[in-house]
T-cell receptor, first 112, second 114 residues
Framework: DAGVIQSPRHEVTEMGQEVTLRCKPISGHNSLFWYRQTMMRGLELLIYFNNNVPIDDSGMPEDRFSAKMPNASFSTLKIQPSEPRDSAVYFC??????????FGPGTRLTVT | QQQVKQSPQSLIVQKGGISIINCAYENTAFDYFPWYQQFPGKGPALLIAIRPDVSEKKEGRFTISFNKSAKQFSLHIMDSQPGDSATYFCAASQGVTNAGKSTFGDGTTLTVKP
């Protein structure tokens, strides 16, 4: 298996622009997680899905952030409008049977 | 109650030494305790995990010690090598009950000096 796939790997955008991050989980996994990692705040869980249904979005920082999972093999995290403080590495992870999580390589987002 | 407290924040060990990282939790409903290893520029990757029905699990040079009554668990890296230099995260989850949602510690940056 190719593992969790994220795109793009790097994104540089200007403040106010819309940013869409994409994730393809490992085939057969039924849970998907979006994390944000920064030096200051560490690894933060933003939202997670189980069987394509959002279970807990309490970690989403504000209404500018939204996430969807239209099917079992694809999820997006959207930031609109983006701000410099959104600059971070965003990870997607998937899990089967509620045990270990498999992380993707991450998307490094820079908002100028 | 959902916090997992990890210490130390950073650790420097000589090659061949033992690295020890500690974590403590509050929620007694947690039933799965993984450790993740993260190298710069990469995503965290599962290193070793334990369930609370055992007090110790060993895989190669890596050992988890688990103390259920104290609600603490620790990672021991024996014969530490420069290639072990990475950031280590402990985590705790309620497994299937919570669809695998994990609460992560803040991470420990390990540097192994040659």
């Amino acid at each position: 298996d190719a593992g969790v796939i994220q795109s793009p790997r790097h994104e540089v955008t200007e403040m106010g622009q819309e940013v869409t991050l994409r994730c393809k989980p490992i085939s057969g996994h039924n849970s998907l997680f979006w994390y944000r990692q920064t030096m200051m705040r560490g690894l933060e869980l933003l939202i997670y899905f189980n069987n394509n249904v959002p279970i807990d979005d309490s970690g989403m920082p504000e209404d500018r952030f939204s996430a969807k999972m239209p099917n079992a093999s694809f999820s997006t995290l959207k930031i609109q409008p983006s701000e410099p403080r959104d600059s971070a590495v965003y990870f997607c992870a998937s899990s089967l049977r509620g045990t270990e999580q498999y992380f993707g390589p991450g998307t490094r987002l820079t908002v100028t | 109650q959902q916090q997992v407290k990890q210490s130390p924040q950073s650790l420097i060990v000589q090659k061949g030494g033992i690295s020890i990282i500690n974590c403590a939790y509050e929620n007694t409903a947690f039933d799965y305790f993984p450790w993740y290893q993260q190298f710069p520029g990469k995503g965290p990757a599962l290193l070793i995990a334990i369930r609370p029905d055992v007090s110790e699990k060993k895989e190669g040079r890596f050992t988890i010690s688990f103390n259920k009554s104290a609600k603490q668990f620790s990672l021991h890296i024996m014969d530490s090598q420069p290639g072990d230099s990475a950031t280590y995260f402990c985590a705790a989850s309620q497994g299937v009950t919570n669809a695998g949602k994990s609460t992560f510690g803040d991470g420990t940056t390990l540097t192994v000096k040659p």
